[in-house]
């Protein structure tokens, strides 16, 4: 007896949210441990994780008929794909990023966790939708939240290692962590930026106007320019260490707020892409 493609899709979405809670809880034992071992199985597991994952996403695309971008489910979905993926990617290039798995892999399974309150909801969209400048718009605006959170993460392992030098000899020196926090904000910063241009671009090709000052535009624009002030600070005025810390941690939580809580608080265009759930 063949399975319906809903329980397939959803034995897939509960098979990669399981590892991600594998992962998270290898991460935390070699933070508690210092066991470098635990935080290759964190990454190796992660990684199978995406497996599934991924064939929950395709599923839903084909059952639907469109991509990852309008119910709640299927956004926060493949945003926790995008933190996976790019997190296993920079732990296996770069193998002492891979500690902020400690960080990101929580995140993403509680991305996960909130995806699953919405996984009822199926939805077509717009004819208007259906443009190449969405698919940037909305591509750039994952990048931009995965990059600030990694951002967040440097600062958060920052913090950590600053406040015991000669431990956690496993992650980066507090220099390193410092640099790869300002960088992952600048990577955050550009994609913001070509989220608001793409975004722009399909807004007139679709409603005949390139800004309408929608709660969502402002709230992006204001934190494009907060992102831009604290990187003049950071180039400019070279702050760094604790200040830069808690500034990155700042600029997530504007993330989190441009991307998570305007559209659930006030009325907007954009709000088809958090539909359902509580």
Not at 14 to 23: E, G, K, L, M
Not at 72 to 80: G, I, K, T
Not at 81 to 90: F, I, M, S
Request: charged share 10%.
């Amino acid at each position: 007896m063949i399975e319906s493609p809903v329980i397939v899709e959803s034995m897939a979405f509960w098979s990669a949210t399981a590892a991600y809670a594998v992962s998270s809880l290898a991460f935390f034992l070699w933070l508690a441990f210092r066991r470098s071992s635990a935080s290759t199985i964190g990454l190796v597991v992660a990684a199978v994780g995406l497996v599934p994952h991924t064939a929950a996403i395709v599923l839903r695309w084909l059952d639907i008929g469109h991509g990852p971008f309008s119910s709640r489910y299927e956004v926060l979905s493949a945003n926790a794909w995008l933190t996976v993926a790019v997190v296993v990617a920079l732990g296996l290039t770069v193998r002492r990023l891979a500690g902020l798995g400690v960080v990101a892999m929580p995140a993403a399974f509680l991305l996960m966790g909130w995806a699953v309150s919405a996984f009822e909801v199926r939805q077509e969209v717009p004819i208007i939708f259906k443009s190449v400048w969405l698919w940037l718009h909305i591509g750039f605006a994952k990048l931009f939240f995965v990059f600030a959170l990694l951002a967040a993460a440097s600062a958060i392992t920052w913090l950590v290692k600053n406040r015991a030098p000669n431990r956690f000899e496993m992650l980066p020196d507090p220099r390193r962590l410092d640099l790869y926090g300002h960088q992952f904000l600048l990577v955050s910063f550009l994609c913001l930026g070509v989220m608001i241009v793409a975004g722009s671009l399909w807004a007139h090709e679709s409603w005949g106007r390139y800004w309408g000052w929608d709660p969502i535009e402002t709230a992006a624009l204001a934190t494009w320019i907060a992102y831009g002030i604290i990187l003049h600070f950071r180039v400019l005025h070279r702050w760094d260490g604790r200040r830069m810390a808690w500034l990155n941690l700042v600029a997530f939580a504007l993330a989190v707020i441009t991307l998570y809580v305007v559209v659930l608080i006030l009325p907007t265009v954009h709000d088809f892409y958090m539909v359902g759930g509580g």
